[in-house]
Nanobody, 115 residues
Framework: QVQLVESGGGLVRAGGSLRLSCAPS????????MGWYRQAPGKQRELVAI???????NYADPAKGRFTISRDNVWNMVHLQMNNLKLEDTGVYYC?????????WGQGTQVTVSS
């Protein structure tokens, strides 16, 4: 069973930055996609950013220009750099991965943006 362990969430003021990290229990090379989703209070889980094994990245509109997803093949981690955070970025952020067989989710890390 694949495990995804997130870290880096916390409380930050609007306009600030956070970097989320996700450490999978096996090599990044085994996944087609790695990415991040988030769920705000009272809302459905939504895509934030995806990094595909072919090098492509895809961002949801709210993340474009502010967030950057990256793969660290040396440390076997995926990062989400979030800049210029807004109040509406508050939520639980989940690491996501997909291989040829299944989808996997982390437990989530809370991000709270305050005014």
């Amino acid at each position: 069973q694949v495990q995804l362990v997130e870290s880096g969430g916390g409380l930050v003021r609007a306009g600030g930055s956070l970097r989320l990290s996700c450490a999978p229990s096996r090599s990044l090379a085994g996944f087609n996609d790695m990415g991040w989703y988030r769920q705000a209070p009272g809302k459905q889980r939504e895509l934030v950013a995806i990094s595909s094994s072919d090098g492509r990245t895809n961002y949801a509109d709210p993340a474009k220009g502010r967030f950057t997803i990256s793969r660290d093949n040396v440390w076997n981690m995926v990062h989400l750099q979030m800049n210029n955070l807004k109040l509406e970025d508050t939520g639980v952020y989940y690491c996501y991965s997909r291989d040829g067989f299944d989808n996997y989710w982390g437990q989530g890390t809370q991000v709270t943006v305050s005014s």
